[in-house]
């Protein structure tokens, strides 16, 4: 079996949880991935303070994609702050596989949009 | 052709390339294996006469240039500026014209800088094309945006051209100050018709900057003939070192252009309130250039003339047909950019359906092959071609027919994998 593209991973990829429009919603971002000029929007709309629903939007290789759906299902339901102090190791252990220092973008672009929305912080996740 | 026979025009000089006997990987169940590479779009493998022309000049003619008095001093000299006289020569250029940059993107920020600021302005327009690596969009995206000029782009149609119909309507507005594109088109692989096209310019009373990185390392190019006024081109994916990049102006041009960068070696004097500059070509090149990069250049160089530039051109043609030919066998594999190897540089870019290019390259590295996945520096041309990536692999003079099929049999595998 193989390392990275394991079956979960091409099973989000090809049928990705949480991708479309979300309307109404109250949040919502864009980011770039600098190294192949992939763009993942997402539009969340919020409840009490927490992720009531969210959408992907966008295209990208395996790992940004099965990356974003993984997040998706874990993020609804998570509070506003929560969101705003995840980093990058919570996405990379959701994620479950080795992912190498030239991929890592590729799996932090969902977390790097999501928290782009909730907090206006636009850095790559640490 | 036959599957896996040696390429005919240049066999054997693989062993030149000290890197190829390196083994990468390898574990209890897997032996390591050699390297493939296909990448030298990006940047090429060096020869052993390269790295030891780099090796010999430190260890043996180290010192500053143009300021020793000391025998030593006097070699180092000798060793830069009779690099400068190889380089310029091999591609048909003047020593005096002949400017070392640091690499390509430089050079061509040289001339958006240096020439740029001093006749553009508003209302002029600077013409380039759709299918520009951003060091041939972004300076000059800047200069307009400065001096409060117009940009404008020769299209890309389908298959991968530019129009010369289109060049003169352009020219024809009477405001083309300048025009700049690609020798080759680093993602489309296109050889643009340089010569029918700064000859439009010229007669238009437009300059021409010429980016020749992927065209200098794999055709014969001879800049008086191509008749750019700016020809620029980078070391480091023709067989020599990074660091170092070359430009060639038209002298008349460069001698009424200021310097770009100031500072030491490029002065003839200086008081506490001004300086004049030194002459041709030292005027743009301000403090130690890249001396041992530039011996390095000149071994490469020689290599590449040793080897003959028809003979290099015909190699890279006849892999790349049979590049395009195989890659047709893989289902969904879509090539982008000219349809034959005839007016196409030494590389195919591709999309896989079903599979992002990073994940093809991804695959390929499994299989020990090195493509390029991404935007490569084009993304303008990438909306153009309506994808966000592609998968590119590009041939150099040690590429031989077995690469092409470790990729094929590479992306067979990968698609395997994706379920495909």
Partial sequence: MDDLYRDYILEHYKRPRNFGELEPHDLQALEHNPLCGDELAVQIRVKDDRIEDLRFQGHGCAISQAAASIASEELKGKTLKEVGELGADWMIELLGIPVSATRRKCALLNLKVVRGAVTGDHAWPA | MFK???????????????????????SDSRPPRPLIYLDSAS??????????????????????????VYALAREADAAYEGARERVAAFVGAERETTIFTKNVTEAINLVAFAWGRANVGPGDA???????????????????????????????????????????????????????????????????????????????GAVTVVDGAQAVPQMPVDVGQLGADFYGWTGHKALGPTGIGVLHGRREILERTEPFLTGGDMISSVDFRSATWSELPHKFEAGTPPIAEAVGLAAAVEYLE???????????????AYMLERLREVPGLRVVGPPGAERRGGLASFTLEGIHPHDVAELCDRAGVCIRAGHHCAQPLMRCLGVSATARASVGVYNERSDVDALVDALVAGREVFGL
């Avoid at chain 2, 026979?5 to 890197?19: E, T």
């Avoid at chain 2, 780099?54 to 003619?61: K, N, P, S």
């Avoid at chain 2, 117009?150 to 289109?166: K, N, P």
């Avoid at chain 2, 003959?308 to 892999?319: F, K, W």
Wanted: glycine residues 10%; aromatic residues 4%; proline residues 3%.
């Fill in chain 2, 4 to 26: 896996g026979s040696p390429s005919g025009a240049l066999g054997g000089v693989r062993s030149d390339f000290p890197i190829f006997a390196r083994r990468f990987g390898g």
């Fill in chain 2, 43 to 68: 940047s090429s493998q060096k020869p052993r006469a390269v790295i030891d022309a780099l090796a010999g000049h430190l260890a043996e003619h180290n010192a500053n240039v143009h300021r020793g």
């Fill in chain 2, 126 to 204: 600077v013409l380039i094309t759709q299918m520009e690596h951003h060091a041939n969009l972004v300076p000059w995206q800047v200069l307009c945006r400065e001096r409060g000029a117009e940009l404008r782009y020769l299209e890309v149609d389908a298959g991968g051209e530019l129009s010369l119909a289109q060049l003169d309507r352009e020219l024809a507005r009477g405001d083309v100050r300048l025009v700049a594109f690609a020798h080759v088109s680093n993602v489309l692989g296109t050889i643009n018709p340089v010569a029918e096209m700064t000859a439009r310019a010229r007669a238009a």
């Fill in chain 2, 306 to 320: 040793a080897l003959g530039m028809e003979r290099v051109r015909a190699h890279e043609r006849e892999l790349t």
